[in-house]
C-alpha cells in the first residue's frame, strides 16, 4: 500500500512540473510596426505532435523542441511497468504455491527446509493483492502513456499562441487625497 501511495505521489509531482513548464516564449520580431513570427504557425502542429508521442513516448516532446521532458517521460513509464512486472513476478510466484499446495505437492511457503509457512487464506490474500496492484499499475502505465500524448498536443496547440512573459514589479508612491500623507507600495503587472 505504501508503495502504491509513493507511486502515486511521483506520479502526481511529475505531472505538475510538466504542466507547469507547458509553454514556450515565441521569438518575435518587429519592423515598423509589423510584427511578424519568426517561424510560420502550423495549424497541423498539436496532430502531429500526439502522432509522434503515439508512436513512441517522447518523440512528440522531441517535436515541439522540449526535450527536457523526454526523460521525465520515460521515468514515469519505466517506473509504473516496474511496478507491473514486479506485482506480476510476485503474483505468479504465490499463485504457484497456492496451486501446488491445493495438490498435495511441496511448495517454497510450505515450512518445509526452512522455507516460510504460509496458510492456505494466506495464499489466497497475497494472491488477490497482488493481482490488484498489478492492474492498477497496468492502469497506470496506460494513464501514462495516454497523459504525455495529450500533453504533447496541448503544448504544441500552446505554442502557437503569442504571449508576452513580462511580468513586472514596480515600487510606487501615493499621495492620499484625504491625508495628503505619502504612501508607499508595490504594483506587480503582467501585460497581456
Excluded at 88 to 96: A, H
Excluded at 133 to 157: F, K, M, P
Aim: glycine share 4%; aromatic share 10%; hydrophobic share 40%.
Amino acid at each position: 500500500m505504501e508503495i502504491k501511495r509513493t507511486f502515486l505521489t511521483v506520479s502526481f509531482i511529475i505531472c505538475l512540473i510538466t504542466s507547469l513548464y507547458s509553454q514556450e516564449k515565441e521569438v518575435i520580431k518587429s519592423t515598423d510596426s509589423i510584427i511578424t513570427l519568426e517561424e510560420e504557425l502550423n495549424p497541423l502542429a498539436p496532430a502531429t505532435a500526439a502522432f509522434y508521442s503515439a508512436i513512441l513516448p517522447g518523440l512528440g516532446q522531441a517535436y515541439n523542441k522540449k526535450y527536457w521532458k523526454i526523460p521525465v517521460v520515460y521515468a514515469a513509464l519505466g517506473t509504473s511497468a516496474f511496478f507491473y512486472i514486479d506485482n506480476n513476478k510476485k503474483y505468479n510466484q504465490f499463485r504457484d504455491a497456492f496451486q501446488l499446495l491445493e495438490s498435495g505437492k511441496p511448495h517454497e511457503f510450505d515450512g518445509i527446509d526452512g522455507n516460510t509457512f504460509l496458510n492456505r487464506d494466506t495464499l489466497i490474500r497475497a494472491q488477490t493483492r497482488f493481482k490488484e496492484d498489478r492492474d492498477l499499475s497496468l492502469l497506470i502505465t496506460v494513464g501514462i502513456y495516454v497523459l504525455q500524448i495529450v500533453e504533447a498536443s496541448v503544448n504544441a496547440h500552446l505554442s502557437s499562441i503569442n504571449t508576452n512573459d513580462d511580468l513586472t514589479l514596480n515600487p510606487q508612491i501615493i499621495i492620499d487625497p484625504i491625508t495628503n500623507k505619502t504612501i508607499g507600495g508595490m504594483v506587480l503587472t503582467y501585460n497581456f
